[in-house]
Structures are given as C-alpha cells and as structure tokens.
C-alpha cells in the first residue's frame, strides 16, 4: 500500500496508544474482579448470603476485562492490517462492553430488596416525587419484604409489609468494601475505552 500523509498516519499512532489504554483498562477491570472475588468474605459480613448477587458484578468484570484485553489486540491488529473488517467489529464489541459497564456500575437500584431497605433514608423519600406523580405509588415494589404479595400495592406503608429503613447507610457500608470499587472501576474503565471507540470509528470511516 502506498506510504499514507502525515494525518493519517498520526490517527494510526493515535489509535494503537489509546488501544494500550484500552488494554489497561481490561487489565483494570480482571483486577476488579479478582478483588471482588476475593472480597467476598466482607461482602457476607454485610448482607449475608445475598451477596452473591453483588459478586456478580465482580464476576462480571473479571470477563468484561477479559474481554477487552482482546478487544485491544484485535484493534492492534485491525490498525496495523487497516482492516475495515476488523476494525468494525472492535468498534461494535467496544460498545457493547461499554454498555456493559455503564450498566454494571448502576446496578444499585436493584439492590432494594437485597438489603432489604427503601430509599436513601426511609420509604418516605419518594413522597411527592415524579415516581409517586407518576404511578401513583408511594413506594416501588422493591421496597416490599414479599414482592410478590397482594399487600405490596405501592400504598400500604405498614412495617409488616415495607422496609422501612433507608439504604444509605447499608450502601455505605459496601461503598467501603467492594461495591464503590466495582462501580467506580467500571466506569473509569468506560471512560477510558470511549476514546478508543471514537478513534476506531474515525479510523473506519477515512480507510472507507
């Protein structure tokens, strides 16, 4: 192939050091979740043996790590071959694993019934809010000790039915083992990966 003009050939050199980010990143994020497997002992200390629900998380960066670490090779590859087709499909897989992370670091709202609290402090917290305007419930379903139930209508706030008690301070508690660790990875890892992803792609489109 004929020797390519400066800019492009720049993007090229651009493109495979942000791909060495990217391989950090995948590193950063096994790391993660070899941690979060091997924390798993203080995670049971907090919430017991629904915790495994959270290891999860860790599980999944542990692939999600690895994963990318071969996603930067392929994109090396793709560089070096100037290879559409590779680089299409880097840029595709990247997005995914981006979207995977994004979501993997929000999981907390699913975390209600696991530690079985309402809130941020109390189930009274979304009196008055858009979700209450909205479905006219004064709690989501998730703050029910039995979802399942009929009495787990979104009215019924009695303590037999709701847990009453806010999630910050059960959240802290994780925030200062694991969970902030995998969350906060996660998404230090995505925003280490965007570059790369917005690289590729303009790499695609100039080898177009």
């Not at 019934?113 to 402090?121: E, F, R």
């Not at 399942?148 to 301070?169: A, L, M, P, Y």
């Not at 925030?175 to 230090?188: A, C, D, E």
């Amino acid at each position: 192939m004929a020797e390519i003009h400066t800019p492009y050939a720049s993007l090229k050199k651009l493109l495979s050091l942000l791909n060495g980010f990217v391989a950090m990143s995948g590193i950063l994020l096994v790391g993660l979740g070899i941690g979060g497997k091997c924390g798993g002992a203080s995670l049971t200390s907090v919430l017991g043996l629904s915790s495994a629900y959270l290891l999860h998380v860790g599980n999944l960066c542990l692939v999600m790590g690895c994963v990318t670490v071969l996603l930067s090779c392929a994109g090396w590859y793709g560089v070096a071959k100037e290879s559409r087709g590779m680089l299409l499909f880097c840029i595709l897989s990247m997005v995914i694993v981006l979207i995977v992370e994004v979501t993997a670091a929000t999981v907390v709202l699913l975390f209600f019934p696991i530690l079985k609290c309402c809130g941020v402090n109390n189930y009274t917290d979304f009196s008055g809010s858009s979700f209450e305007m909205t479905t006219g419930h004064t709690y989501p379903r998730g703050c029910c000790k039995s979802i399942g139930t009929v009495t787990c209508d979104g009215r019924n706030v009695s303590t037999n039915v709701i847990h009453q008690k806010g999630c910050f301070h059960k959240l802290l508690k994780i925030t200062k083992t694991q969970s902030f660790t995998l969350s906060g990875g996660s998404l230090g890892a995505a925003a280490i990966q965007l570059p790369g992803i917005l690289a590729t792609l303009l790499l695609f489109i100039k080898l177009g």
